[in-house]
């Protein structure tokens, strides 16, 4: 017990001595006046109140008490049946003799045995005291529940039962003739009904927990029909006592026959009250048991819409996560399920989903498929509730996952819903791991407890911006955030759709499928991780340099080491660079087709290896014929011989002298340890620029010699610091705006700045905070500032005045107020000397009311763009990635069409990318970031995952990790031949690390719209046989010239060319050559043409000079796709671009404090050098 007078301050001495002088006689003195509060409840009336009603575990007493009390009424009336003799159930003498000498009769009725039952003094006393007590306290409760209107308490059913069974037993205290009359003491089940029910609520209220309606009012129902049973019994055998004198048993089994429709028959009532009470209780049966199967029916259906709950056992015993959603879409429900049971670990966990909207069909359907009936659980509530999330065990959960809907109009709301709800879970399971998704970057710093956050608009933007450099980004990072999924490649699908004969020759080989035979087997790579001194890929490289530690990895086992992580530090390093020296406790980081631990280790014989690589390597890129499209599971890796190789594989010993261009150089060794020498720079990668430290005339005279630094100003709260390319002072407002001239300059349109490099055009709506991490990445300090593309946002919307605040500090930088639905504003802003166009997916038509319609604009806006201007490479954004299929689309197109088939195949045997070979997604020319979804549900079993993400984007700059950059393949740099060899000189010179490359093909089995000339005197001269046999050679095999076997032609040139083959009749007049001529013009005018004049006329109509428009640059028939970590003997090909992660050119700098000023760029520029050219 505290101590008072420790913890009450003693008072002043004077108070003290005046209070020990005047005694209590200072109180009368004094005006206080002490106040009693809540007297109301010191009344006897609100004592009894809060005894019996109020408080809960009091009332649950005197509720189990009086349901006791009934129950045992009930029992002395089954003994008072038992111990009865209807002979003795006389009230005097002389109806015991008159009853004696009866006979019963049929039509007469003798009410004695009715209204007169045996009761023994013993048993009378108790069931006299069992209704003495029930009546007190039902007047008692009935009193303290008086609310003004006693009709109300008396007409209650409750208490008229109470009435008619216990008023009798009094009266018989003072009357003792009637001590054996009959009282329907068995319709005291009813009270005990009414008693369980009172009772089960209080019961809830006093142990804090709630039962599910279910249960509640399935032991009503269970109540309701033991009562009327009940009933039936004792009403049946009492009547029958004047009858056939019926025993509880059989009164038991009649009621049974009866109530079950089966109706025997040899067990009747006799008399006509025993019938009419059947007719009654069959009534009240069919009018209350349909009430109660009714409402039972209905809650059944009800829980099976909520869900019902996830019990404590199953969360005790198994291991599940929950996923919370506002609501859930089938696309989304099944990219988490395909994703997250990819995993073998987690086959076993069960997916309990929150979501406060009710199951659509088509999720009901598929959760109905036993695959996932068993493993999910949809529960209707929400992550604001503690009784929601106690229905799913969140505190006993492995994770959560909380994501927000991208499809809402107003996505600030959406961020707002989602923040609340990770509260709300943080609240109620602190311990449990929460992993959350958020769409607008402003909100993120609410949400930092976080284990795991993915920013859309972050990922989005930078991901978008990188693609402008380093082409189909999007979709590298894409293939690598996608768990892998046992499928073979498809490319014999492919082949048996397009018809195409293929047989085991080389020519064969170069056929339009082997691409897909390359792309299909490099996108089952993912990124894994492993302790060194445990793993067999990096065990022996202890002591050695990353670099030497990556390329002697990717040479013997075919992996890519990207990075690593100290035992004693969270960051991640991504290519430390050659003087990083690999460590015993480093977690290394590697791209390949499956983690070590699934794989398994053999080292065939030489002539073993020699006899495969006749049988299953063939061709240029030396690939299986067996390649896998993102295997799982155990994978044998053939361990390469490090030895000389046989003249028919790839060597790395130089050519012979006598050739004709000479000695071809050779590739230096890379170090186990490196050197200072090791780390210049050598002609492969040398920069051809001049240094970038000392500005040239024209620089400084143009104003465009520029700072290194971070920039002074963010626009939301937890954006990542970046070294970036920054101007000395930030530019006025008025000069952001592309458009329109003001007094620091005068020009109105693109053309007139006159920008070297060629423009980077994103269209937007508006300009949201997340269109800050597309302008960081184009302005990191390791671009070269000679390469730095102007950069002009054509946004629906003015942007708002902090955000001309964030990017008025970086150079060539401009905004737009236009949309790319109109032709002039895309003229203005330079469409026609652009190198990309990123067309950026609006807010305001990502809901749609029919699903999949939401990006119907866009498609049809980029289509336009993509007929209007052939040559702008178009990065698009989607909502939903099934609509990719619109991009670029040809109808007639044969190619397009056995894509189209090819994905529903892969769709059909559940592939997590089933779009993966569409044409637009390979070559990284679209994106939804729906796509990146998984990167989330990933990071639950690869916690790496967004933090390597995020570096590779350049979201994070961690001091001493790499960047990603590409390079470009040229004709001086095909003397490297193999992809191993380009390994070894990147890494032998400046320490770069490759991890992949983006191949551009011709598309050979097509010919473009535009490209499709067609020559009105050819075809004159030209006989059908002729036509047939050129078709023949350019078309595969066609033998017809129907427009079915042309899809590329259109109908109207095709019933031209046909009308110019026949022969037409002479005329000699004038008038007729001067039609023929027209008609002729007329003829040659192809839709390209209509299309180039259209825009050329409008940039004359706008005073722009229409000679940068080039009409005829069409690369509408080439295919681009990825590989990932592509074999060793892959051979390079012209214009590939390596994917390369660079080290850190800081990393290099001596340890000096940063300065943001001109003096920290003079020491950055020595070590930045420009995009590598080989």
């Given at each position: 017990?505290?101590?008072?007078?420790?913890?009450?301050?003693?008072?002043?001495?004077?108070?003290?001595?005046?209070?020990?002088?005047?005694?209590?006689?200072?109180?009368?003195?004094?005006?206080?006046?002490?106040?009693?509060?809540?007297?109301?409840?010191?009344?006897?009336?609100?004592?009894?109140?809060?005894?019996?009603?109020?408080?809960?575990?009091?009332?649950?007493?005197?509720?189990?008490?009086?349901?006791?009390?009934?129950?045992?009424?009930?029992f002395?009336?089954?003994?008072?049946?038992l111990?009865?003799?209807?002979?003795?159930?006389?009230?005097?003498?002389?109806?015991?003799?008159?009853?004696s000498?009866?006979n019963?009769?049929?039509?007469?009725?003798?009410?004695?045995?009715?209204?007169?039952?045996?009761?023994?003094?013993?048993?009378?006393?108790?069931?006299?005291?069992?209704?003495?007590?029930?009546?007190?306290?039902?007047?008692l409760?009935?009193?303290?529940?008086?609310?003004?209107?006693?009709?109300?308490q008396?007409?209650?059913?409750?208490?008229?039962?109470?009435?008619?069974?216990?008023?009798?037993?009094?009266?018989?205290?003072?009357?003792?003739?009637?001590?054996?009359?009959?009282?329907?003491?068995?319709?005291?089940?009813?009270?005990?009904?009414?008693a369980?029910?009172?009772?089960?609520?209080?019961?809830?209220?006093?142990?804090?927990r709630?039962?599910?309606?279910?249960?509640n009012?399935?032991l009503?129902?269970?109540?309701?029909?033991?009562?009327?049973?009940?009933?039936?019994?004792?009403?049946?055998?009492?009547?029958?006592?004047?009858?056939?004198?019926?025993?509880?048993?059989?009164?038991?089994?009649?009621?049974?026959v009866?109530?079950?429709?089966?109706?025997?028959?040899?067990?009747?009532?006799?008399i006509?009250?025993?019938?009419?009470?059947?007719?009654?209780?069959?009534c009240?049966?069919?009018?209350?048991?349909?009430?109660?199967?009714?409402?039972?029916?209905y809650?059944?259906?009800?829980?099976?819409?909520?869900?019902?709950?996830?019990?404590?056992?199953?969360?005790?015993?198994?291991?599940?996560?929950?996923?919370?959603?506002?609501?859930?879409?089938?696309?989304?429900?099944?990219?988490?399920l395909?994703?997250?049971?990819?995993?073998?670990?987690?086959?076993?966990?069960?997916?309990?989903?929150?979501?406060?909207?009710?199951?659509d069909?088509?999720?009901?359907?598929?959760?109905?498929?036993?695959?996932?009936?068993?493993?999910?659980?949809?529960?209707?509530?929400?992550?604001?509730?503690?009784?929601?999330?106690?229905?799913?065990?969140?505190?006993?959960?492995?994770?959560?996952?909380?994501?927000?809907?991208?499809?809402?109009?107003d996505?600030?709301?959406?961020?707002?819903?989602?923040?609340?709800?990770?509260?709300?879970?943080?609240?109620?399971?602190?311990?449990?791991?929460?992993?959350?998704?958020?769409?607008?970057?402003?909100?993120?710093?609410?949400?930092?407890?976080?284990?795991?956050v993915?920013?859309?608009?972050?990922?989005?933007?930078a991901?978008?911006?990188?693609?402008?450099?380093?082409?189909?980004?999007?979709?590298?990072?894409?293939?690598?955030?996608?768990t892998?999924?046992?499928?073979?490649?498809?490319?014999?699908?492919?082949?048996?759709?397009?018809?195409?004969?293929?047989?085991?020759?080389?020519?064969?080989?170069?056929?339009?499928?082997?691409?897909?035979?390359?792309?299909?087997?490099?996108?089952?790579?993912?990124?894994?991780?492993?302790?060194?001194?445990?793993?067999?890929?990096?065990?022996?490289?202890?002591?050695?340099?990353?670099?030497?530690?990556?390329?002697?990895?990717?040479?013997?086992?075919?992996?890519?080491l990207?990075?690593?992580?100290?035992?004693?530090?969270?960051?991640i390093?991504?290519?430390?660079?050659?003087?990083?020296?690999?460590?015993?406790?480093?977690?290394?980081?590697?791209?390949?087709?499956?983690?070590?631990?699934?794989?398994?280790?053999?080292?065939?014989?030489?002539?073993r290896?020699?006899?495969?690589?006749?049988?299953?390597?063939?061709?240029?890129?030396?690939?299986?014929?067996?390649s896998?499209?993102?295997?799982?599971?155990?994978?044998?890796?053939?361990?390469?011989?490090?030895?000389?190789?046989?003249?028919?594989?790839?060597?790395?010993?130089?050519?012979?002298?006598g050739?004709?261009?000479?000695?071809?150089?050779?590739?230096?060794?890379?170090?186990?340890?490196?050197?200072?020498?090791?780390?210049?720079?050598?002609?492969?990668?040398?920069?051809?620029?001049?240094?970038?430290?000392?500005?040239?005339?024209?620089?400084?005279?143009?104003?465009?010699?520029?700072?290194?630094?971070?920039?002074?100003?963010?626009?939301?709260?937890g954006?990542?610091?970046?070294?970036?390319?920054?101007?000395h002072?930030?530019?006025?407002?008025?000069?952001?705006?592309?458009?329109?001239?003001?007094?620091?300059?005068?020009?109105?349109?693109?053309?007139?700045?006159?920008?070297?490099?060629?423009l980077?055009?994103?269209?937007?709506?508006?300009?949201?905070?997340?269109?800050?991490?597309?302008?960081?990445?184009?302005?990191?300090?390791?671009?070269?500032?000679?390469?730095?593309?102007?950069?002009?946002?054509?946004?629906?919307?003015?942007?708002?005045?902090?955000?001309?605040?964030?990017?008025?500090?970086?150079?060539?930088?401009?905004?737009?107020?236009?949309?790319?639905?109109n032709?002039?504003?895309?003229?203005?802003?330079?469409?026609?000397?652009?190198?990309?166009?990123?067309?950026?997916?609006?807010?305001?038509?990502m809901?749609?009311?029919?699903?999949?319609?939401?990006?119907?604009?866009?498609?049809?806006?980029?289509?336009?763009?993509?007929?209007?201007?052939?040559?702008?490479?178009?990065?698009?954004?989607?909502?939903?990635?099934?609509?990719?299929?619109?991009?670029?689309?040809?109808?007639?197109?044969?190619?397009?069409?056995?894509?189209?088939?090819?994905?529903?195949?892969?769709?059909?045997?559940?592939?997590?990318?089933?779009?993966?070979?569409?044409?637009?997604?390979?070559a990284?020319?679209?994106?939804?970031?729906?796509?990146?979804?998984?990167?989330?549900?990933?990071?639950?079993?690869?916690?790496?995952?967004?933090?390597?993400?995020?570096?590779?984007?350049?979201?994070?700059?961690?001091?001493?990790?790499?960047?990603?950059?590409?390079?470009?393949?040229?004709?001086?740099?095909?003397?490297?031949?193999?992809?191993?060899?380009?390994?070894?000189?990147?890494?032998?010179?400046?320490?770069?690390?490759?991890?992949?490359?983006?191949?551009?093909?011709?598309?050979?089995?097509?010919?473009?719209?535009?490209?499709?000339?067609i020559?009105?005197?050819?075809?004159?001269?030209?006989?059908?046989?002729?036509?047939?046999?050129?078709?023949?050679?350019?078309?595969?095999?066609?033998?017809?010239?129907?427009?079915?076997?042309?899809?590329?032609?259109?109908?109207?040139?095709?019933?031209?060319?046909?009308?110019?083959?026949?022969?037409?009749?002479?005329?000699?007049?004038?008038?007729?050559?001067?039609?023929?001529?027209?008609?002729?013009?007329?003829?040659?005018?192809?839709?390209r043409?209509?299309?180039?004049?259209?825009?050329?006329?409008?940039?004359?109509?706008?005073?722009?000079?229409?000679?940068?428009?080039?009409?005829?640059?069409?690369?509408?028939?080439?295919?681009?796709?990825?590989?990932?970590?592509?074999?060793?003997?892959?051979?390079?090909?012209l214009?590939?671009?390596?994917?390369?992660?660079?080290?850190?050119p800081?990393?290099?700098?001596?340890?000096?404090?940063?300065?943001?000023?001109?003096?920290?760029?003079?020491?950055?520029?020595?070590?930045?050098?420009?995009?590598?050219?080989?």
């Amino acid at each position: 017990m505290v101590d008072l007078d420790s913890e009450v301050p003693p008072l002043p001495p004077r108070y003290r001595f005046r209070d020990l002088l005047l005694g209590d006689q200072g109180w009368q003195s004094d005006d206080r006046v002490q106040v009693e509060f809540y007297m109301n409840e010191n009344t006897f009336k609100e004592r009894l109140k809060l005894f019996f009603i109020k408080n809960q575990r009091s009332s649950l007493r005197i509720r189990l008490f009086n349901f006791s009390l009934k129950l045992l009424s009930c029992f002395l009336y089954i003994i008072r049946v038992l111990l009865d003799d209807p002979t003795q159930a006389l009230g005097c003498k002389e109806l015991h003799r008159s009853c004696s000498n009866q006979n019963y009769t049929p039509g007469t009725i003798d009410w004695s045995p009715i209204i007169w039952v045996n009761r023994s003094l013993p048993l009378w006393g108790l069931q006299v005291s069992v209704a003495l007590i029930s009546l007190f306290e039902t007047l008692l409760l009935s009193y303290l529940s008086y609310k003004g209107n006693i009709w109300e308490q008396i007409l209650r059913i409750p208490f008229l039962l109470e009435i008619i069974n216990a008023v009798p037993f009094i009266i018989t205290i003072f009357w003792p003739v009637l001590r054996n009359l009959f009282i329907p003491v068995f319709l005291n089940c009813w009270l005990a009904k009414h008693a369980l029910e009172n009772m089960i609520n209080d019961l809830h209220r006093a142990i804090q927990r709630t039962q599910s309606a279910m249960f509640n009012q399935v032991l009503i129902l269970i109540s309701t029909l033991l009562c009327l049973i009940f009933t039936c019994i004792c009403g049946i055998q009492h009547l029958e006592r004047a009858g056939n004198r019926l025993t509880l048993f059989d009164s038991l089994y009649f009621c049974i026959v009866t109530f079950s429709t089966v109706g025997f028959g040899d067990v009747t009532p006799k008399i006509w009250p025993s019938k009419l009470l059947v007719v009654i209780m069959i009534c009240v049966a069919l009018v209350v048991l349909p009430i109660q199967f009714e409402q039972l029916a209905y809650l059944w259906m009800e829980r099976q819409k909520s869900g019902g709950n996830y019990s404590r056992h199953r969360a005790q015993t198994e291991k599940h996560v929950v996923l919370c959603v506002s609501s859930l879409k089938i696309d989304l429900l099944m990219d988490f399920l395909n994703e997250f049971y990819a995993h073998p670990r987690l086959q076993d966990y069960y997916v309990v989903i929150l979501c406060p909207t009710e199951m659509d069909a088509q999720v009901r359907r598929v959760l109905q498929i036993p695959m996932w009936s068993q493993r999910v659980i949809y529960l209707q509530g929400s992550a604001l509730k503690d009784q929601d999330l106690l229905r799913a065990k969140m505190d006993d959960a492995e994770a959560c996952f909380i994501l927000s809907s991208r499809c809402e109009v107003d996505r600030t709301a959406a961020d707002h819903q989602t923040i609340l709800r990770a509260w709300a879970v943080k609240d109620f399971a602190p311990n449990c791991p929460l992993y959350v998704q958020i769409l607008k970057p402003e909100n993120k710093f609410h949400i930092k407890f976080a284990d795991h956050v993915v920013c859309e608009e972050e990922f989005k933007y930078a991901m978008l911006a990188l693609n402008c450099i380093c082409p189909a980004t999007s979709t590298l990072i894409t293939l690598l955030v996608h768990t892998s999924r046992g499928q073979t490649a498809p490319w014999e699908a492919f082949r048996q759709l397009t018809g195409t004969k293929q047989t085991l020759n080389r020519e064969s080989q170069q056929s339009p499928e082997q691409w897909q035979k390359m792309y299909g087997r490099c996108s089952g790579n993912e990124v894994y991780h492993i302790n060194l001194e445990e793993s067999t890929f990096f065990a022996e490289y202890e002591g050695k340099s990353f670099t030497y530690a990556s390329f002697h990895a990717h040479k013997k086992f075919g992996v890519c080491l990207i990075g690593v992580r100290k035992e004693d530090n969270k960051n991640i390093l991504l290519n430390p660079g050659p003087r990083y020296i690999m460590s015993s406790t480093d977690i290394c980081f590697y791209i390949n087709i499956t983690k070590e631990e699934n794989s398994a280790f053999k080292k065939h014989e030489k002539h073993r290896k020699n006899h495969e690589s006749k049988l299953s390597y063939h061709g240029a890129s030396r690939l299986p014929v067996h390649s896998i499209i993102a295997s799982m599971g155990t994978v044998a890796i053939d361990l390469q011989d490090t030895g000389c190789r046989t003249s028919r594989g790839p060597t790395l010993a130089l050519p012979s002298e006598g050739g004709k261009e000479g000695r071809r150089p050779s590739i230096a060794p890379v170090l186990e340890v490196a050197d200072s020498s090791s780390l210049q720079t050598c002609d492969l990668l040398s920069d051809q620029s001049e240094d970038e430290t000392t500005p040239s005339d024209e620089e400084v005279s143009a104003g465009l010699e520029y700072a290194k630094g971070y920039p002074p100003y963010s626009p939301y709260i937890g954006s990542s610091p970046t070294f970036c390319h920054l101007l000395h002072e930030k530019v006025p407002f008025c000069c952001l705006r592309l458009d329109k001239g003001c007094q620091h300059n005068y020009y109105e349109d693109a053309k007139a700045y006159g920008f070297k490099n060629k423009l980077i055009i994103v269209a937007a709506e508006t300009a949201g905070n997340g269109l800050y991490n597309f302008i960081v990445p184009l302005r990191a300090y390791y671009r070269p500032k000679k390469e730095l593309n102007p950069i002009v946002l054509l946004l629906d919307n003015p942007p708002d005045m902090h955000f001309l605040d964030a990017i008025c500090w970086f150079p060539m930088v401009y905004y737009m107020v236009g949309s790319i639905d109109n032709l002039d504003d895309l003229l203005r802003c330079g469409v026609t000397f652009a190198a990309n166009m990123v067309v950026v997916d609006k807010e305001s038509t990502m809901s749609a009311e029919e699903d999949y319609m939401a990006d119907a604009k866009t498609i049809v806006n980029v289509q336009t763009l993509f007929r209007l201007f052939s040559s702008l490479s178009i990065i698009t954004e989607l909502t939903h990635p099934a609509n990719m299929r619109f991009m670029q689309f040809r109808a007639k197109d044969c190619y397009s069409l056995a894509l189209s088939k090819l994905e529903k195949k892969e769709r059909e045997k559940g592939s997590n990318l089933a779009f993966m070979f569409r044409l637009p997604f390979a070559a990284g020319r679209v994106f939804s970031i729906s796509m990146l979804d998984t990167l989330l549900y990933q990071s639950f079993v690869k916690d790496y995952m967004i933090s390597i993400t995020r570096l590779l984007l350049g979201l994070d700059t961690t001091p001493g990790s790499g960047f990603l950059c590409s390079m470009k393949i040229t004709e001086e740099d095909l003397w490297i031949r193999t992809y191993a060899r380009l390994y070894q000189k990147l890494c032998s010179s400046t320490g770069d690390i490759p991890i992949g490359v983006y191949r551009t093909e011709s598309q050979k089995l097509t010919t473009s719209e535009s490209q499709i000339s067609i020559n009105v005197e050819e075809w004159e001269d030209t006989k059908d046989t002729k036509e047939q046999i050129s078709y023949r050679s350019n078309h595969r095999n066609s033998t017809s010239s129907d427009q079915s076997d042309h899809p590329l032609l259109r109908r109207k040139s095709m019933q031209w060319a046909r009308r110019l083959s026949r022969r037409v009749p002479r005329h000699s007049s004038k008038t007729a050559e001067k039609i023929n001529q027209q008609r002729m013009n007329l003829y040659r005018r192809s839709e390209r043409q209509e299309l180039a004049e259209l825009v050329k006329n409008r940039m004359k109509h706008l005073g722009l000079s229409p000679a940068g428009y080039d009409e005829m640059n069409d690369h509408q028939n080439t295919l681009s796709y990825i590989l990932i970590n592509p074999s060793p003997d892959t051979r390079l090909e012209l214009n590939d671009i390596v994917y390369l992660i660079r080290p850190d050119p800081l990393a290099y700098v001596p340890n000096t404090a940063p300065s943001r000023k001109d003096s920290f760029c003079n020491t950055v520029g020595q070590d930045t050098r420009e995009e590598t050219q080989l």
